[in-house]
């Protein structure tokens, strides 16, 4: 290659007595317009369909995003028992775990295993909720729903009970006096 370059340099003058015709640089700016033109397209086009797809996660309800699906619609509609249950327990579930944060202030392990405990229900809850999409019809699966809110309910009934009495038992006066 050193040679190359060596024979080009020294003979530069002989190479640059042509210019190419007008035709050729309207040729290469036609190109290098056709590539602005094809690069703004492809631009466009990854644009929108990033746009689209931005879209479909916000407004597609993918399953666990907590938004109700179409299928458990359908089967709240057809039970509408169900419903107000679900509407029944979960209202009193919040209003139990309210009433049971400024309790658990000083029980940091008992606040943990409480959460625990609840989360094991709620997922117990969704494997349910997912066999009665498949047996709407089926009695069985929904009694076990309602069983499972009833254990929810009972869990923080009684805790709270027992986190009652240990802060009544702490504000009594240990003296006897008359």
Request: glycine share 4%.
């Amino acid at each position: 290659m050193d040679k190359l370059e060596d024979f080009i340099r020294k003979n530069r003058s002989d190479f640059d007595f042509r210019e190419p015709s007008p035709w050729v640089w309207k040729g290469i700016r036609a190109q290098i317009g056709n590539r602005r033109r094809s690069i703004l397209w492809w631009s466009a086009a990854a644009s929108v369909i990033v746009l689209l797809g931005i879209s479909a996660l916000f407004l597609y309800p993918w399953p666990g995003r907590g938004n109700v699906s179409r299928r458990e619609e359908i089967i709240m509609k057809r039970n509408p028992q169900l419903m107000e249950t679900e509407f029944y327990y979960n209202n009193l579930v919040k209003t139990l775990s309210n009433e049971a944060k400024p309790l658990l202030v000083g029980y940091p392990d008992l606040r943990k295993e409480l959460n625990s405990d609840m989360s094991r229900i709620d997922s117990l809850c969704a494997e349910i909720k997912k066999d009665l999409r498949d047996n709407v019809s089926n009695q069985q699966v929904i009694e076990a729903l309602i069983n499972n809110y009833r254990i929810k309910t009972e869990i923080l009934q009684e805790m709270l009970e027992m986190l009652k009495q240990e802060q009544n038992s702490q504000e009594k006066p240990k003296s006897h006096e008359i």
